[in-house]
Every structure is written in C-alpha cells, then in structure tokens.
C-alpha cells in the first residue's frame, strides 16, 4: 500500500528557509519512471503545483517559484525533501507531496499534507 | 505559466448530472491527453478520480467520467449525490521546460 506523509516545522519566520521531508512508504523512488510532486494550497485557496523529482533524479519546477525551490532525494532513507528559500507570509499553506505512478501522467496517492505558517 | 481556467462553482440537485469545464492551451490540455481531476472534501488531502482524460482508477464510481476537445476538457458527475459536494481541480501536463504540471484555479460544486 503506497503511503507519503509530510513533516516539517508548522511555524517558519519571514526570510528563513523552509525545509519539509515527505516519508515514503509501499514503492520506490528508484523505479524506473516513478516520480514525487510537491503542491501547495493557501488557506481557501486552490492548488499550486511546485515541482516533482523522478527516480533518476530529474527535477522539474514551477516556473515561477524556480529560483527559491529545491527538490532532492535521499533513497536510502525512502524520502524526498523539498526547500523553499527565503520565504514570506504569502507561502503560509498546507504543502502536499504526492506519488506519481510510472506508467501515468498523474499524481495518484497524496499525502495527508502539513500547515506551514510563515509569520514573525 | 498560467493556471487552467475553471468555473468557480457550479450546483446541481440529487439525482442530476454537472459538467465541469477546465480550459487550457496548446502546450497542455490540447497538446497531451494527460488531463486528471481531483476532489478534495474540506480539511482533506486531493483524491484523484479521472485520468488520462477519461480514465477512472480501480474502484471509483462510473458516475464520474472525463472528455476533452481542443483545449478544454470536462468532467461530468451523473446521479449527484450528497457526499459529492466538494472541490474539483483539474491538472495537465504541459510541455514547459521548466516544469511537468499545471493545475486549474479549483471549482466547488454545491449539491442543493
């Protein structure tokens, strides 16, 4: 049974850098075509899309947010990690990781997501 | 690149069918049959209920179904029922360089 479950700080200050850890569990990011996505949402907001890093490292980001993301994965420990750097109050949301299965185009198991809340 | 274009709400009695449109580019709705929906009740993680255009995961009701043409693509609910009442987001794959996945701009669906 394919699980992802995000952690991370619930409170980051303006400016400092936010580091969040999806655990994975029931596949591997090492087989061929799979990949795990980062989305965000707002509170009563919609759904961004952030970036995704497949099993042979590749990473792809929203074009707008490329400069202050990064996505990396450590397979021994079955995790993947996503930084936002110098962050503000408008990236308070509830970030989601999610599986994205290797013979689709889609994201088919979401985590249960995690409430970041940028804020001095 | 820009958001898909989704209707903010659409409402529906028990027992009738809504279509929600989602409306993209070239680049991504139009380009790639990679469209999926999602929906997502109030406090829960997005469930995934249609993708590839018009495909439903194992298990998942047959009340749900998906289309496209050109660049817009539609998700139909036949027999609305109560606990269908939620949000749904449509997302494609896009051709951009930099990034895989584009998301809509959300609808809520009221059930009356």
């Known amino acids: 049974q394919i699980t992802l479950k995000e952690s991370g700080p619930t409170l980051v200050k303006p400016t400092q850098t936010l580091t969040l850890t999806c655990n994975l569990s029931g596949f591997s990011l090492t087989t061929v075509g799979v990949g795990v996505g980062w989305i965000r949402q707002p509170p009563g907001k919609a759904l961004e899309w952030l970036g995704i890093i497949y099993w042979n490292g590749d990473q792809r980001y929203s074009p707008s947010l490329r400069s202050r993301l990064t996505i990396t994965m450590d397979t021994s420990k079955n995790h993947v990690v996503l930084t936002v750097t110098n962050v503000d109050p408008v990236d308070t949301a509830t970030y989601f990781c999610?599986?994205?299965?290797?013979?689709?185009?889609?994201?088919?198991?979401w985590g249960q997501g995690t409430l970041v809340t940028v804020s001095s | 690149q820009s958001a898909l274009t989704q209707p903010a709400s659409v409402s529906g009695s028990p027992g009738q069918s809504i279509t929600i449109s989602c409306t993209g580019t070239s680049s991504d709705v139009g380009g790639y049959n990679y469209v999926s929906w999602y929906q997502q009740h109030p406090g829960k993680a997005p469930k995934l209920i249609i993708y590839?255009?018009?495909k439903r995961p194992s298990g998942l009701s047959n009340r749900f179904s998906g289309s496209k043409s050109g660049n817009t693509a539609s998700l139909t609910i036949s027999g609305l029922q109560a606990e269908d009442e939620a949000d749904y987001y449509c997302?494609?794959?896009?051709?951009?360089?930099?990034?895989?996945?584009?998301f809509g701009g959300g609808t809520k669906l009221t059930v009356l």
């Open positions: 997302s494609s794959y896009t051709s951009s360089i930099t990034s895989n996945w584009v």
């Open positions: 999610a599986h994205r299965p290797s013979s689709w185009y889609t994201l088919d198991y």
């Open positions: 590839d255009v018009y």
